[in-house]
């Protein structure tokens, strides 16, 4: 009796250790040449890499950089594992696609300095810079005319002056 429970306890932790074995070679695997450029990915990242809505990913360095360099950038920051992230995606990011705005994308789940480095309190949160300098921002999850206004006053008025 006592051979056989060693044997099943063997056994047991063998299948256990195959199955992490796998789940961390799939999602290795999933996450080989991703936007983030880093090799240990959040899951609910991991879920979004193939997702059209969360496309067009900019790293905390090459925000600093545009920036830096006056330029305009319209950022959605995010959290891939935020519930309200989840919700308001699906209804800006088709929004922004048709009124022509190059929305990018910074995920806070992975990278944490954006928190404190723009002043986020909560996501989502869109914050539109104007030669390198924050002009407005619109935070939380918001009925979908309040984000086509924000858009259309603060993105979309700048792009005409411009």
Known sequence: MKKNMITFIIVLVLLFAALAFIVNYQNKQKTEGNP??????????????????YQN?????????????????????????????QNTTPLIVPMTDELGIDLVKLNLREFEEPWS????KST?????????????RINGARPVIEFDNFFNEHVLDSNSKS
């Open 36 to 53: 983030y450029g880093k090799s240990n990915l959040h899951p609910d990242t991991i879920e979004q890499l193939d997702d059209p809505l």
């Open 57 to 85: 990913q900019i790293l905390p360095d090459e925000l600093k950089t545009s920036l830096e360099n006056g330029e305009d950038v319209t950022v959605y920051f995010y959290a891939s594992d935020c519930i309200h992230c």
């Open 117 to 120: 480095t723009y002043g986020i």
């Open 124 to 136: 989502p949160t869109v914050v539109h810079f104007e030669d390198g300098k924050e002009v407005a």
